[in-house]
Every structure is written in C-alpha cells, then in structure tokens.
C-alpha cells in the first residue's frame, strides 16, 4: 500500500509559522495534482484540500488559508510544501496530504498543527 509522507507540524503560538512536508512517490508526484487536507479537532477529514498544486505550478486554496498559506512543489525532492503564516488556534488540525481528486489508499498518518497560546 503507497502512501504520501507528511512532516512538519509541531506546537507553535498564535502568529508563528511552520512549512508542512508531504513527500510522494515519483510515480505519483510526477502525474497528480497534490493538496493538502486537514481534519479539525472532532471532526471528519475535510473533502475539499486548504492547497494544491498541479504539475505546471498552478496554485489553488481554500477559504481557510486567508491568503496565509504558499503551496509549492518540489521536483528534486518529490515534495510538496506548505509554508503557514500567521497561525491561528482556529487552524489547530491534522494535516494530510493526497492527489486532487484523493485516493483512499494513498492517506498518510498526517501531520499535527497545534496553535495555542
């Protein structure tokens, strides 16, 4: 079973940043569209991802980035990032990254991003 590696989240305080990993097979990285996703405290994983980006670089977020957050990929590395400005509790989730449209099998173990003061 293949699945996508996220890294990077940590505890920081209100304001403060972090840049979240997700590093993909080659495969993968090579022909999908990567965002990625969160899951707020008691709730189910989100549908729709706070980022993505396709293969060109192109950029999309979700209303929760608030123009905070920069998606980038990486080809040396197979990665994409996600650089978070201006954390705010209200972003306190887990994180997962997949290919847009996600696939089941590809779901990590995430990454947690906790913002508290």
């Known amino acids: 079973q293949v699945t996508l590696v996220e890294s990077g989240g940590g505890l920081v305080q209100p304001g403060e940043s972090l840049t979240l990993s997700c590093e993909a097979p080659?495969?993968?990285?090579?022909?999908?569209?990567i965002g990625w996703y969160r899951q707020l405290p008691g709730k189910q994983r989100e549908r729709e991802p706070v980022?993505?980006?396709?293969?060109?670089?192109?950029?999309a977020y979700g209303d929760s980035a608030n123009g905070r957050f920069t998606i980038s990929r990486d080809p040396a590395k197979n990665t994409v990032w996600m650089h978070m400005n201006s954390l705010q509790p209200e972003d306190t989730a887990a994180y997962y990254c997949?290919?847009?449209?996600?696939?089941?099998?590809?779901w990590g173990q995430g990454t947690q991003v906790t913002v508290s003061a």
């Open positions: 980022a993505r980006v396709n293969l060109l670089g192109q950029v």
């Open positions: 997949n290919i847009y449209r996600p696939t089941e099998a590809f």
């Open positions: 080659t495969d993968i990285f090579t022909k999908y569209t």
